[in-house]
């Protein structure tokens, strides 16, 4: 190297340009020899360095396949779905995680084949997102032909598994919004297309992947988690009005709590999700808690189930939705056998995709205790 006007200063004088062949992984001595600098007048030291074979990165972005129900006119920006782990198995195993936009990089892979998984955790039906009582509805609407669902929303909706959708799915998803676990029932995982990749490693690579959580038929999952519904809010004009009468009950019996829908202002209900409160030591939910026999939600699917003590799960979904103010639902307890004044509230109400305010009103059953004698 020469320039004919002199320099001065320090940093670099030269950069070498090599094409790099080894495997990833190897190490290669790099000898810095014969170094003179001008003419050797001007005293110099060398040193010498290694080059490290790396491999390439594989970056790209996790995004939601599935997009709100009915399908919009224009076709929007993928929602991110971040915390999704990638694993890249290979000679020397790592993950990374998706950020907040759904990015990814992994880096720094070894020598040898890599397979790369992405993955999430199941949702949990306590923290329900995405996955509400207007999902088992539109399934059982399109099995009756009344709506079409999409490729997409098919395979959101296949969580039996069969690649048939029917009412079976339907009622599936219906079970896990209220915790009914079932070992075919999908509901809850996430699947991604492409499942897995194996990718050159030795070059930089991009690799998008769909994510698609199972039962979110209507593609309302946030990759925010929404808020639960407060149904305990004080009512008001614009407010449909979900409510429990106050009633008597006799001690060691069976005690029927109707449900009645209000203020719907010309809403459709074709679904309905909420959860009972109530003391475990006076009330016990009956072997059939929730019963629409000869309501207004007659003829709908509905589940029921007490995963722990002192609360009750129930889900209304139906194929054809009602629109009349009056009774949707019948719940019904075993009473202890102790005279008391016991409340039973309603939590988390929702009607069909949790668009419309909601209002709860409770009730108080009053157990009573008959003696033989009368008193």
Known sequence: MFNSADFTGAGSVVDI?????????????????????????????ASS?????????????????????????????PKPVPNTRLDAVGSA???????????????????????????????????PNGIFSNDPSLIAQHVVQRITLNPVQLRAADVSGLHSISSFDAALVAQWIVGITNPINRTGRWVFTPPSTMPDTNVDTVQNYAALLM??????????PPMQPDSSLPSTGNSILAALADTKAAANNTVTLPLSLSNLRGAEVS?????????PAMLKPAEIAADVSGTLS????????????????VVVYGTFPASSEGLY??????????????????????VN??????SASGALVDITVIRPNGL
């Open 17 to 45: 340009h090599m094409r790099v062949i080894g495997p990833i992984g190897s190490v290669s001595p790099l000898n810095l020899v014969n170094f003179r600098y001008n003419g050797g007048l001007v005293c110099s030291n």
């Open 49 to 77: 360095g290694t080059l490290t074979v790396v491999g390439g990165t594989v970056a790209g972005r996790v995004f939601y396949e599935n997009e709100a129900y009915p399908p919009p006119t224009t076709t929007p920006t």
């Open 93 to 127: 195993n790592f993950f990374t995680l998706s950020d907040a936009n759904g990015n990814y990089l992994l880096a720094a892979f070894g020598p040898g084949p890599y397979t790369v998984t992405p993955s999430r955790p199941d949702e949990n039906y306590l923290t």
């Open 215 to 224: 039962g979110d038929v209507n593609g309302d999952w946030m990759p925010v």
């Open 271 to 279: 679904s309905y999700p909420f959860d009972i409160e109530y003391d």
């Open 298 to 313: 007659d003829g709908a699917g509905v589940a029921s189930y007490s995963p722990t003590p002192g609360l009750l799960k």
């Open 329 to 350: 639902l019948n719940l019904r307890f075993k009473t202890a056998g102790t005279r008391a004044s016991t409340p039973v509230e309603i939590r988390r109400f929702r």
């Open 353 to 358: 995709d949790g668009t419309e305010q909601v």
